[in-house]
């Protein structure tokens, strides 16, 4: 398994007035190749569970394994991070180099690879997130559009050539061009390069699309791991906790309300398109 949390709690501050439980209980594994949604309410506790997918948190209570070995016992935690590729939220901020180049080899070199290896991983990962090579590499990132500066951000975490990448709700405050770019890369990569992905995200119609898997956290807890069509057809409990589901279930959703036979748990719009073209030739006939 490439990661495991067996039983994990963690609570912020322990033994202080201010102490804060974000994770309660918390059992999941991921595998190699899955893409995986991760979804609740803000303070949910996303943030603070995928900082134990890449060692950079411990848990109170309860282990974490990457491929089969124990965090902090059987392998570093500095060796976790490198692994398990983690995007924060808003990671532009943390670009400091003075090109685009300059940031997205700053990882490997770190990591020790000679200039020539450097070399071939920051074009590589440049060109997995759409960005020629050519024309960014010697570029200021700050001369660049929000988008475009995100995506050198998550060209830097490729270049580690992580077996997992997680990214904390990598579209957030983007226009629709921006996001739309964003995901269709992620896309790219998980099915050419088979890379695992986690998805951190309160837009389900993100997820929905994109993600086999998804798993929703509340409170601390994991409410739901299952696949996206099986969890839409819970509803009501999604809007309890203040989740939606994908405008396009919401949408059937009504019409079987008006009495129209069609499929409950559909979220993707193509489907849904096959879905009503259908209904029309129906009426026609
Ligand atoms: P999400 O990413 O789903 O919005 P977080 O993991 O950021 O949730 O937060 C989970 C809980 O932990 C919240 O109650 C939040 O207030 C608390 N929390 C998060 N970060 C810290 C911190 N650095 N110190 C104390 N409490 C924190
Ligand atoms: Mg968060």
Redesign the pocket.
């Known amino acids: 398994m490439l990661l495991e949390l067996e039983d994990v709690s963690f609570t912020?501050?322990e033994g202080t007035p201010?102490a804060?439980?974000?994770?309660r209980d918390i059992n999941v594994s991921i595998q190699e190749g899955e893409f995986v949604g991760l979804i609740?309410?803000?303070?949910?506790?996303?943030?603070?569970?995928i900082?134990h997918f890449n060692g950079l948190l411990i848990p109170t209570r309860g282990k974490v394994f990457v491929e089969d070995k124990e965090v902090g016992v059987e392998i570093k935690p500095a060796e976790t991070r490198q692994k398990m590729g983690l995007v924060f939220?808003f990671p532009e901020n943390q670009l400091f180099e003075e090109s685009v180049f300059g940031d997205v080899a700053f990882g490997p070199r770190n990591l020790g690879c000679s200039e020539e290896e450097i070399e071939v991983r920051v074009k590589k990962s440049l060109e997995f997130v759409g960005l020629d090579y050519d024309s960014f590499k010697n570029r200021s990132p700050f001369s660049l559009s929000g988008g475009e500066m995100r995506r050198v951000a998550i060209a830097g975490v490729l270049a580690m050539e992580p077996k997992m990448l997680i990214l904390?709700?990598p579209t957030s405050g983007l226009d629709s061009q921006g996001r739309e770019e964003i995901l269709s890369r992620l896309e790219h990569l998980h099915h050419t390069e088979s890379l695992t992905i986690v998805l951190?995200s309160?837009d389900m119609d993100e997820v929905a699309h994109l993600a086999d898997r998804l798993i929703v956290?509340n409170e601390?807890r994991i409410l739901f791991d299952d696949e996206p069509r099986r969890i839409f057809s819970q509803a009501q409990k999604l809007r309890e906790i203040g989740l939606g589901v994908p405008h396009v279930t919401s949408l059937f959703m009504s019409l079987i309300d008006r009495g129209m036979k069609v499929p409950s748990s559909l979220f993707e719009v193509e489907q849904a398109a096959d879905v009503i073209v259908d209904m029309f030739e129906e009426m026609v006939r």
Do not use: R, W
Request: aromatic share 4%.
């Open positions: 912020y501050m201010l804060q439980t974000a994770l609740g309410p803000t303070g949910s506790g996303k943030s603070t569970l900082q939220q904390d709700e951190v309160h956290l601390g």
